[in-house]
């Protein structure tokens, strides 16, 4: 008799909506030997060399045993 009268609350987990899967954008090999070039300190050029290299994170490199 009462049916419908009341608002009905949605049964279960919301749905999500799908997220677009998308690439890493990544440097070309001219705009990585650029920023090479653009570093002064060896230290520098190093770090970044590593980073490109090897795929690591920046937080990373830091915890690399001498």
């Not at 609350?9 to 070309?28: N, Q």
């Not at 090999?29 to 520098?44: F, G």
């Not at 970044?48 to 690591?56: I, S, V």
Request: glycine content about 8%.
């Amino acid at each position: 008799m009462l049916a419908g009268l009341a608002p009905q609350r949605a049964r279960g987990r919301p749905g999500r909506l799908p997220e677009r899967c998308r690439s890493p954008r990544v440097l070309s090999l001219s705009q990585v030997e650029a920023i090479l070039r653009a570093q002064r300190r060896l230290r520098d050029r190093f770090l970044f060399a590593l980073l490109f290299q090897t795929g690591m994170r920046v937080g990373q490199a830091p915890r690399l045993a001498p």
